[in-house]
């Protein structure tokens, strides 16, 4: 079993920063990818970033590539999302997740979730 919580969402002002947390604990076969999504109010839920945490390997969406960064530090079980140069569309419910495969984007692949936490970002 692999236990998953994000912490760190807030209120920021548009063009600030933000770091998420996230504790993946409990390595398995089925977690080595650590992956973040984010669902805003209407809007389906969407891969922003996931990392490899055996090898750091890292893939973004276009949207937010360049301006956030996934890290991980394995001695404490931690992957983080670094968000800069927030923008009020970037308002939404972050989610952390752990799953097989740090390359494929699809939700199906993530096995294990966070409840969420919530940015929110002024303009």
């Known amino acids: 079993q692999v236990h998953v919580a994000e912490s760190g969402g807030g209120l920021v002002q548009a063009g600030g920063s933000l770091r998420l947390s996230c504790v993946v604990a409990?390595?398995?076969?089925?977690?080595?990818?650590g992956g973040w999504f984010r669902q805003a109010p209407g809007k389906e839920r969407e891969f922003i970033g996931s990392?490899?945490?055996?090898?750091?390997?890292?893939k973004y969406a276009d949207s937010v590539k360049g301006r956030f960064t996934i890290t991980r530090d394995n001695a404490n079980d931690m992957v983080y999302l670094q968000m800069n140069s927030l923008k009020p569309e970037d308002t939404a419910v972050y989610y952390c997740?752990?799953?097989?495969?740090?390359?494929?984007?699809?939700?199906?692949?993530?096995?294990?979730w966070g409840q969420g936490t919530q940015v929110t970002v002024s303009s």
């Open positions: 990392i490899s945490r055996s090898s750091g390997s890292t």
């Open positions: 409990g390595r398995t076969y089925s977690s080595d990818a």
């Open positions: 997740a752990a799953g097989r495969r740090w390359f494929d984007t699809a939700e199906s692949n993530y096995v294990y």
